[in-house]
């Protein structure tokens, strides 16, 4: 005992040299896995049927049974069959249901799922009650034990892995098309019912892969969390299956190395951890999609929207003076804009340090020359736009103010052109209002009258 | 033949299906037909730490963490689908999962100390207890999970009366109840609320399989026999009785687990509403297609 321990690397290592080739069966299996439930889970998610995974996986267990009690062997081959199946035939339902009663997708998943279940349950009761001694183990389809795996297992995971990769790269246009949009499809005279089909056939048999390994809850999981975790990432549909496979493979393989360190580790949730935890890490950091980036993307805009307010508020007072560096109070500010004193003294303080205003006595801020020009541009898209509705769109001049102060922040200098060509150098907005910077910009843009 | 055993068992069953048919009616109209599986999955971790935690058995702690656990895959589901964008079955699917492999690894971590089988937590004794009634539901214990069941029932049965109003109009128009002052978020969490107690409150006496499967099977044969929403409560109620009977006589016949026999006869039911309903069976559509097209076929005839 002694002499081994001196030896061998410690466990956290000693996992990469594949001490036993069981080790290697185990991440192998947990691999493929993961990768074709990563594949195909991504085409049950853009069908918003994520929770197909989850249905069918329940659905496979009465035909587990039944492939049992009619052979009375656990051959895989057999017992995987039964399941194929069986899952096949809860997907059919689901199908019928959805297409010839009023019930809801929802619904028709939940009630295949448990009817089937409890089948299946019944089914595997019986055959515990009938004493047949080598029923032990049929069990395992409903929590799975990925150590359970061994090389004849893995011949048949593999095989089916990569008939599953090679389906999706033959059949990838259509499956795409399909997916996100079945009545184009229709159109352009694809067999829809066949690829609907075909691709059912392929989660069946990605969800049948996964059962011995992690069972008939976690594998929903690694069909529903890779593909929602990628999507996050990216809008493309290739790039997409590509990290739905990496992560459902990469979970995979933590999955099995966990387990490895700690014996009494089941590998399945391991597996659905780690992939959870991917999940979480997309869902809060990537750079578009992500929570934090949008919530970021929120701020900015809302502190840009209340610059822009206080300066073209500014401007206004500054404008009604007659003087463009007219000192402006809080208060007053307050008085025209709906924010609290702590927000305008933020948005201020931010102006200021942007050199857009200055302060000019306590609590008296004034517009510099560069917070005019901004001031300006600002002013002047509220009233093109105001202008634009009222003589364009014959919009009654009352009703054009909030409209524009919406867009005011949103039009692009691209659109303001084209506004000045299309308004042909008018003055003054619906309010006899001047309409600031507006007849140089139009000297420049359109020939003069 | 019927000893005081098979009373307390069909007894059980039948609170147990009216709990579920009266909230699973609203979970269907809202399409979140899933949650009842979501939560009796996600609940496993609540109830595995409420043990870790005070060391008993005891069901109160234990319903509890289990609640607790209900109320935050409902509160995480809505998260995901608001700030990440998410479909919310997706969003739904990542959430119980997540929870659930957490339970079972709590489970395989702590299993010298936790007498819990995960077997046993979700499938009732079914899946391991040989099928003898006594044992199933001895003399000392089948009381208490009718006494508990009960009481769910009866909360169900209140929530359910006093809700009505709220809980219809949400339910049909989410918007309409905004606008009319009912807070659409409220009942949502509150309905949430219910369908967790009920889902925990009936695993020990039934397991987790036959909690999913009342929860939306009657009352989705009542919705293909019925437009109104309380018809479709008693005849969800009434399906889930005779689901839990015939279930019972199953079970008896085959000698399996009972409350997997009692799904699979709900499932029975839901088959024959499907195809034999008055008006939205698949038959009568059939035939009043059949009866649509006749006088144009008699036409054709006639000019041919």
Not at chain 1, 285 to 293: D, I, M, T, Y
Not at chain 2, 2 to 19: E, H
Not at chain 2, 33 to 61: C, Q
Not at chain 2, 160 to 178: H, I, P, R, S, T
């Amino acid at each position: 005992m002694k002499s081994t321990t001196i030896e061998s690397l410690p466990p956290w290592l000693e996992f990469f040299t594949f001490p036993s080739v069981n080790v290697l069966h185990v991440l192998l299996g947990c691999i493929i896995l993961g990768v074709s439930a990563g594949l195909l889970g991504s085409f049950a998610f853009l069908r918003k049927r994520s929770l197909l995974g989850d249905a069918l996986s329940h659905a496979a267990l009465p035909g587990v049974c039944m492939a049992f009690m009619l052979t009375g062997t656990k051959n895989p081959a057999v017992i995987l069959c039964g399941a194929v199946l069986s899952c096949w035939v809860g997907a059919l339902a689901i199908e019928w249901i959805v297409k010839y009663t009023r019930c809801k997708e929802d619904s028709a998943l939940g009630m295949v799922l448990s009817v089937f279940f409890g089948l299946g349950i019944l089914l595997l009761t019986h055959i515990q009650k009938s004493g047949q001694a080598a029923q032990s183990g049929l069990d395992k389809f409903l929590f799975g034990q990925a150590a359970s795996l061994v090389e004849r297992d893995l011949y048949i995971l593999g095989g089916l892995g990569l008939f599953l990769c090679f389906v999706v790269m033959l059949a990838f246009k259509e499956f795409k098309i399909v997916s996100f949009d079945p009545d184009f499809a229709q159109a352009v005279g694809l067999p829809v019912r066949l690829v609907e089909f075909s691709l059912a056939t392929l989660i069946v048999l990605a969800v049948c892969i996964g059962l011995q390994a992690v069972g008939v809850v976690l594998m929903a999981a690694m069909l529903v969390t890779p593909a929602a975790a990628a999507r996050y990432w990216t809008n493309n549909l290739s790039r997409m299956l590509w990290l739905a496979t990496l992560f459902g493979g990469l979970s995979g393989a933590i999955g099995a190395y966990v387990s490895y360190l700690s014996v009494k580790m089941p590998t399945g949730p391991w597996m659905v951890v780690a992939v959870t935890s991917i999940f979480i890490g997309s869902f809060l950091f990537a750079p578009q999609r992500g929570a934090l980036a949008r919530a970021r993307r929120h701020r900015l805009f809302r502190q840009k929207t209340a610059k822009e307010n206080i300066l073209r508020t500014t401007y206004k007072f500054a404008e009604q003076a007659g003087r463009w560096d007219t000192p402006v109070s809080m208060s007053e500010l307050l008085q025209h804009r709906e924010m609290s004193m702590a927000q305008l003294r933020k948005t201020i303080s931010r102006l200021t340090r942007a050199g857009f205003m200055d302060e000019a006595h306590a609590g008296l801020f004034y517009l510099t020359a560069a917070g005019k020009e901004e001031a300006e541009r600002v002013t002047r898209l509220h009233r093109l736009w105001e202008l634009y509705l009222m003589t364009k769109l014959e919009i009654a001049p009352d009703h054009v103010h909030d409209d524009a102060e919406e867009i005011e922040h949103i039009l692009t200098p691209d659109l303001e052109r084209r506004l000045l060509q299309e308004l042909e150098g008018e003055l003054t907005d619906p309010h006899g209002q001047q309409i600031p910077g507006g007849p140089t910009a139009t000297a420049e843009g359109s020939p003069s009258k | 033949m019927m000893t005081m055993d098979t009373v307390w068992i069909l007894l059980i069953g039948s609170l147990v299906a009216t709990s579920c048919a009266l909230v699973g009616c609203f979970l269907v109209l809202r399409r979140l037909s899933m949650l009842g599986d979501a939560i009796s999955h996600a609940v496993l971790p609540g109830i595995v730490l409420a043990f870790l935690l005070t060391g008993s058995r005891n069901i109160g702690f234990m319903l509890i963490g289990a609640m607790a656990m209900g109320m935050l895959t409902a509160f995480l589901t809505d998260v995901l689908s608001r700030f990440g964008k998410l479909q919310s079955d997706a969003a739904m699917g990542v959430t119980f999962t997540w929870l659930f492999a957490i339970g079972v690894i709590l489970v395989s971590k702590f299993t010298g100390m936790v007498d819990l089988d995960v077997d046993c937590v979700l499938y009732g004794e079914i899946v391991l207890a040989p099928l003898d009634v006594i044992e199933w539901e001895g003399r000392g214990f089948g009381p208490r999970a009718v006494w508990l069941t009960g009481i769910v029932c009866v909360a169900n049965i209140l929530f359910v009366l006093l809700g009505y109003k709220q809980l219809k109009v949400c339910a049909f128009d989410a918007g309409l109840a905004a606008s009319i002052g009912i807070s659409v978020g409220l009942w949502h969490y509150l309905l949430m609320g219910f369908v967790s107690l009920t889902t925990v409150a009936s695993f020990e006496s039934v397991g987790a399989i036959l909690v999913v499967a009342m929860l939306i099977v009657p009352p989705n044969t009542a919705y293909l026999l019925t437009d109104r929403l309380s018809h479709m409560l008693l005849i969800a109620v009434g399906v889930g009785i005779l689901s839990a009977v015939g279930g019972f006589l199953l079970a008896t016949w085959l000698d399996g687990a009972i409350a997997a026999a009692m799904a699979v006869v709900s499932g029975v039911f839901y088959t024959l509403a499907a195809l034999f309903g008055p008006r939205h069976g698949v038959l009568a559509k059939h035939r009043a297609h059949r009866q649509l097209d006749l006088p144009f076929s008699e036409e054709a005839e006639l000019e041919s």
